[in-house]
């Protein structure tokens, strides 16, 4: 158990609809990362939040997007949904730049 | 453009056999260097380490990985493997001076541990 949670561990909607996945990191750490994991492209970053700021994007789609809120818990919400979108999402911490520590990831399935 | 690269996607091995994973990347600075594994179903989990210093790390479950700056390379060892190490690993990269660490993953080695 890392100590970093994310919910819900699988979901399942329908192509056009809009989802959140949540996140808390483990205790003391202040930065989070979402990833987005998928056969075809592998583990990719989409986007980083420190203390509530968002401090790096990567391959984020617009239709995506994130924040982290006073007590450092993230939220990641993925709108218009389309079935290329079917994928891993994982979530890290980390304290400042050191290793980042990963939840167990949820599961998206858009039909 | 900035890269990690996994030589292998598949090893098959039996139980106690020697397993070298090798990765390497190409990247313009200093780099920190991480290898993940990812069992069955699960979440990733650090295996081990490198930020400076050593070049020789010990992780974690008996692995070690070794730095050869010259070659841009941070291969993952593990002298003697069990059915147990069957899963995916990652080789994982970032830039010392990226201030905020984003991690650049290679493509994953998916390892099969036979009995």
């Known amino acids: 158990d890392s100590g970093v949670t994310q919910t819900p561990k699988h979901l399942i909607t329908a192509t056009g609809q809009r989802v959140t996945l949540r996140c808390s990191p483990r205790s003391g750490d202040l930065s989070v990362y979402w990833y987005q994991q998928s056969l075809d492209q592998g583990l990719q970053f989409l986007i980083q939040y420190y203390n509530g700021e968002e401090r790096a994007k990567g391959n984020i789609l617009e239709r995506f997007s994130a924040q982290q809120f006073p007590d450092l818990h993230s939220e990641l919400n993925l709108s218009s949904l389309e079935l290329g979108d079917s994928a891993l999402y994982f979530c890290?911490?980390?304290?400042?730049?050191?290793?980042?520590?990963f939840g167990p990831g949820t599961r998206l399935t858009v039909l | 453009a900035q890269s990690v690269s996994q030589h292998n996607h598949h090893v098959i091995l039996s139980e106690a056999a020697s397993l070298e994973l090798g990765c390497n990347y190409s990247y313009g600075g200093t780099v920190n260097l991480f290898w993940y594994v990812q069992y069955p179903g699960q979440h990733l989990q650090l295996l081990l380490k490198?930020?400076?210093?050593?070049?020789l790390v010990k992780g974690i479950k008996g692995f070690e990985a070794e730095f050869i700056k010259s070659k841009f390379s941070f291969n993952l060892r593990k002298p003697s493997v069990q059915w147990s190490d069957t899963a995916e690993y990652f080789c994982?990269?970032?830039?010392?001076?990226?201030?905020?660490?984003?991690?650049?993953f290679g493509a994953g080695t998916q390892v099969v541990v036979t009995p």
């Open positions: 890290a911490s980390s304290v400042g730049r050191g290793a980042q520590f």
């Open positions: 994982a990269v970032n830039l010392s001076t990226d201030s905020w660490g984003k991690l650049q």
């Open positions: 490198y930020f400076s210093g050593d070049p």
